[in-house]
């Protein structure tokens, strides 16, 4: 007999959910075979079989959330279908005494208060991994936590403050709930209107957080400019065809932005760094984040020391992630670190935007769509020219205004003189 238990999942991470079972019980496995697929902050993850063997028992369920080291199913040797009638003679039991013995309904409630582990885990509430694992070792029920969080969602020290003062739980938890069932206005109060109830996935979940720690710890600000992209296009126009059959990927625009970025973050090294606690933390590396958008949401991957990347090498490499970013085959590895990113939201349509900054980094720049505009050439003339709006949002805490802008003003001026890209970048 072999226990199935949840994997290591990297730093920081104690749990996940589970996302889907691959096999059933009385299914035959060998090693190797996949048996599960698990859903962490990050990514998704597959559970695969130790050894051979046969499913005798699974013992959580699909979108229940399970803990590192927790035993979720067993392969046993044997032929697997004895294990399974068990539990399901059980379930059948209960039921036939819940039909013959109505008056002992009234008794069934009173259960949930005496064992709190099963709330635990009911999904009601909205909680980072570090408070439910916290809950379920002090056998705390996390409906009855008050969350100091604006967006609700019930942190490590909601929990240490509830465990402080177990006889103000009760109160807190039969007068929270009325505070959302309040506002029951709109299509919410009409029972006719249609409402399609969707539970967030854990990654949705850990994005909402992130982006809304970012704006409350960050002093942040951005600041915008505009890059002629004639050169770059024209480049593109004469070199993509020789650039395919040499390194067999294409030219792209994200190799000539990394490799502006990395310039500019040379010249302006303060945008590379990070801030832990009093102290500044400036990178001497150019690991750059390069933002994706997947189907289950947005991720980062990074490209590794970008500064001693060629072009083909970035555009392959960014290739790469986005690739097994939307097929849910990153690595853990693949989105730790970073020292700053890039999001474009012109392969969307998006003209102008203010991006978000991607913690603890300082800096994050925006590209958008290029767009034919007319520009003043000199006094007396203009042209049409394919102009595209960038913006760099910045922590205002380490990063000054001038910096900000002469970082942005840089990216311009390498864009709009690629030449200098094999120089600085």
């Not at 670190?337 to 203010?354: H, K, M, Q, R």
């Not at 520009?375 to 000054?400: C, F, G, K, Q």
Request: charged share 25%; net charge negative.
């Amino acid at each position: 007999m072999a226990e199935i238990k949840v994997p290591d999942l990297g730093e920081s991470i104690s749990e996940g959910t589970l996302h889907k079972w691959l096999v059933k019980v009385g299914d035959t496995v060998g090693q190797g075979d996949l048996l599960a697929e698990l859903e962490t902050d990050k990514v998704n993850l597959e559970i695969s079989a130790e050894e051979n063997g046969v499913i005798e028992s699974i013992l959580r369920g699909e979108g229940e959330n399970v803990a590192v080291g927790e035993v979720i199913a067993v392969i046993g040797s044997g032929a697997g279908a004895s294990a399974p009638a068990a539990p399901a003679a059980a379930a059948e039991a209960t039921a036939a005494e819940k039909e013959s013995a109505p008056t002992a309904a009234p008794a069934a409630p009173p259960a949930p208060a005496t064992v709190p582990a099963p709330a635990a885990d009911s999904g009601a509430y909205y909680a980072s991994p570090a408070a439910r694992k916290l809950a379920r070792e002090k056998g705390i029920d996390l409906n009855g936590v008050s969350a100091r969080d604006p967006i609700g969602r019930i942190q490590h020290d909601d929990v240490h403050a509830n465990a402080a003062r177990p006889a103000a739980a009760p109160a807190a938890a039969s007068t929270a709930p009325a505070k959302p069932a309040a506002p029951a206005s709109g299509a919410a109060a009409d029972p006719a209107k249609p409402i399609e109830r969707q539970r967030m996935s854990r990654r949705r979940q850990t994005i909402a957080t992130r982006l809304v720690e970012a704006q409350q710890t960050a002093a942040m600000l951005t600041t915008f400019n505009e890059v002629d992209m004639t050169a770059i296009l024209d480049i593109r126009k004469r070199r993509k065809d020789a650039f395919k059959e040499k390194h067999d990927v294409g030219l792209g625009f994200m190799s000539f932005f990394t490799k502006a970025v990395v310039g500019a973050l040379k010249a302006y090294p303060l945008l590379n760094a990070e801030i832990d606690g009093q102290d500044i933390l400036v990178k001497k590396f150019y690991d750059i984040g390069i933002a994706v958008a997947a189907k289950e949401g947005l991720v980062v991957p990074v490209v590794r020391d970008a500064d001693r990347l060629g072009f083909a090498e970035i555009e392959r490499s960014i290739g790469e992630l986005a690739s097994k970013a939307r097929s849910n085959s990153l690595a853990l590895s693949d989105l730790q670190g970073g020292s700053f990113t890039i999001t474009n939201g012109g392969v969307f349509g998006s003209l102008l935007s203010t991006p978000i900054l991607n913690a603890p980094q300082v800096g994050i720049l925006g590209m958008h769509k290029i767009q034919l505009r007319p520009v003043a050439i000199d006094e007396e003339r203009s042209e049409n020219r394919p102009m595209m709006y960038i913006a760099l949002s910045y922590d205002h805490r380490i990063v000054d205004g001038a910096e900000a802008v002469g970082f942005l003003v840089k990216v311009k001026e390498m864009l709009e003189d690629p030449e200098t890209l094999l120089l600085e970048g």
